[in-house]
């Protein structure tokens, strides 16, 4: 299979962090060329520095990181401390990163990768709202060419809403900006609700990362330990659904999952359904198909996947 290069844009979040460390653990299906961070589940201040904190974390003190939009195109922002905590990785307690955010606004370093390197060899890797990949859709519209892939975690169809009760807390956050990618004719994969809410870290899958006996693992499993518990209150599963290592995990091994090819629009224009993933499932509307659109997961090889690249760190 072919190496990607990718750039992850982020959030961090716990299941961010989980998502960056698999990549990171994982070099020979992946090369991470950078991190660019926007504001969403906690404002930007911390995702720049919670991105670095999971590089350190990982060994891996020479991976450049961005810091890039603090807000929505045109939106107030909205966050997720409910869910992540006041510092978005509450859970382990983990030092100040040392290494430096880089020079240079995330937008302006998406845009100037894109165009040195050859066309179609770099994969954008969202996990987050989609704010800086909008911004650098439409500071330069020649990039859109250039992408080989968007690989997202975001929106939803059987699964609806999880932050209001149509629409994914991701593509909420800033429609606009997701609007905007679902429209530039990029090639698109979508980690839906309806994927990573199959993703369950049950007891016995953390109680795995733990057993690793590392920094690494032990970590894993406190940020699991704290995310968890919104979720099992809220949907009275067995555990936290693991968003974010889904983007990660399907450019490893995509046959982990299945889906359909579909149309994919999302709804910017009333509040009621406000970030709503209008994906065409069954064909009815007769617009184009522009995403490869998850719906269901192989659970235990993704978390034996998980845990085996968690235990290389």
């Not at 450049?64 to 929505?72: E, I, L, N, S």
Request: glycine share 8%.
């Amino acid at each position: 299979m072919e190496k990607r290069k990718i750039i992850i844009d982020t959030d961090p979040g716990q299941d961010d962090a989980v998502a960056i460390l698999l990549a990171l653990a994982s070099p020979e299906e992946i090369e991470v060329i950078g991190i660019t961070c926007v504001a969403g589940n906690v404002p930007l201040a911390l995702t720049s520095k919670n991105a670095r904190i999971v590089c350190e974390l990982a060994g891996r003190p020479d991976v450049p990181v961005y810091a890039g939009c603090d807000k929505p195109l045109g939106r107030k922002l909205v966050t997720a401390e409910h869910v992540h905590g006041e510092t978005g990785l509450n859970g382990p307690v983990l030092p100040d990163p040392v290494m430096p955010l880089r020079d240079g606004h995330a937008v302006d370093f998406i845009i100037d990768t894109l165009r040195r390197a050859p066309a179609q060899t770099i994969t954008l890797c969202p996990l987050g709202p989609l704010t800086n990949i909008a911004k650098a859709l439409k500071k330069a519209p020649d990039i859109a060419e250039r992408v080989q892939e968007i690989v997202l975690m975001g929106g939803a169809y059987f699964e609806v809403g999880n932050i209001t009760p149509a629409a994914e807390f991701n593509i909420y956050v800033d429609p606009q900006a997701a609007d905007i990618v679902f429209r530039s004719g990029i090639p698109i994969v979508v980690m839906s609700l309806d994927v990573t809410h199959k993703a369950l870290v049950t007891p016995a899958r953390n109680a795995a990362f733990r057993a690793l006996g590392t920094p690494v693992g032990t970590a894993v499993a406190q940020m699991t330990d704290f995310f968890e518990r919104f979720d099992k209150e809220k949907y009275g599963s067995e555990g936290a659904p693991l968003h974010d290592p889904c983007v990660t995990a399907y450019l490893i091994d995509p046959a982990l999952f299945s889906g359909r090819h579909v149309n994919v629009t999302v709804e910017t224009q009333s509040e009621l359904t406000m970030g709503m993933t209008v994906a065409d499932w069954w064909g009815v509307t007769g617009r184009p198909p522009n995403a490869f659109f998850a719906g269901d997961i192989d659970a235990d090889g993704f978390f034996a996947l998980l845990t085996e690249r968690m235990g290389r760190l």
